[in-house]
């Protein structure tokens, strides 16, 4: 059974840079094919896509939000952390990370992670 | 970017009804379209993947439908577990973008 789970704080100040943590069960981030994209949603409101990391370290980025995010994956841990830089209220929302499926759609998500920015 | 857009932005139906819900992209993105369920407080759900395929497990009440812009999701014989948000995303090209959602909501 393939299991994602994200951590990381619950709050962060204005300013700061958020780092989140997706661990993977069940899958091994050096299996050729896989890949893990995180996508956000604020309360209330609609999914956005972030970032995405491929088995091989290929990377795609949100093009609005390219500068202040980076993706990486550490397959010692089986794990794929985010950092977005320069957090701001607006940027108060649940994250998930989720395995992207083969034919391109996120077939298992996390239980996402709810993150809000206030000082 | 390619820009996903669902309509209606909500809908009001009925135990047992079929509805459709419409997602068009502004450039053609081919059969890579995929439609997500989402409950309140809950993770996505991945309902179908490439325009019409069902994803395991998912009823065969749901189906989806289109090529290159225009795609919809249909759901026949609306079940009372049915009634959630569901969101449209392509696949395509980066960023993967998602529609803003369509809240179906019972009457």
């Known amino acids: 059974q393939i299991t994602l789970k994200e951590s990381g704080p619950t709050l962060v100040k204005p300013t700061q840079t958020l780092t989140l943590t997706c661990t993977l069960s069940?899958?091994?981030?050096?299996?050729?094919?896989?890949?893990v994209g995180w996508i956000r949603q604020p309360p209330g409101k609609a999914l956005e896509w972030l970032a995405f990391?491929?088995?091989?370290?290929?990377?795609r980025y949100s093009p609005s939000l390219k500068s202040r995010l980076t993706i990486t994956k550490d397959t010692s841990e089986n794990q794929v952390v985010l950092t977005m830089t320069n957090m701001d209220p607006v940027d108060t929302a649940t994250y998930y990370c989720?395995?992207?499926?083969?034919?391109?759609?996120?077939?298992?998500w996390g239980q996402g992670t709810m993150v809000s920015v206030s000082s | 970017d390619i820009q996903m857009t669902q309509s209606p932005y909500s809908l009001s139906a009925s135990v047992g009804d079929r509805i459709t819900i419409t997602c068009r992209a502004s450039?053609?993105?081919?059969?890579?379209l995929n439609w997500y369920q989402q409950k309140p407080e809950k993770a996505p759900k991945l309902l179908i993947y490439?325009?019409?395929t069902l994803q395991s497990g998912v009823p065969s009440r749901f189906s989806g439908r289109g090529f290159g812009t225009d795609f919809t999701l249909t759901i026949s014989d609306l079940q009372p577990e049915d009634f959630a948000t569901y969101y449209c995303?392509?696949?395509?090209?980066?960023?993967?973008?998602f529609g803003q959602g369509t809240k179906l909501e019972i009457k």
């Open positions: 989720a395995h992207r499926h083969s034919f391109g759609g996120y077939d298992i």
């Open positions: 069940g899958l091994s981030l050096t299996t050729s094919g896989v890949g």
């Open positions: 990391i491929y088995w091989d370290d290929d990377k």
């Open positions: 450039q053609s993105i081919s059969t890579y």
């Open positions: 490439t325009t019409s």
């Open positions: 995303q392509q696949s395509h090209s980066s960023p993967y973008t």
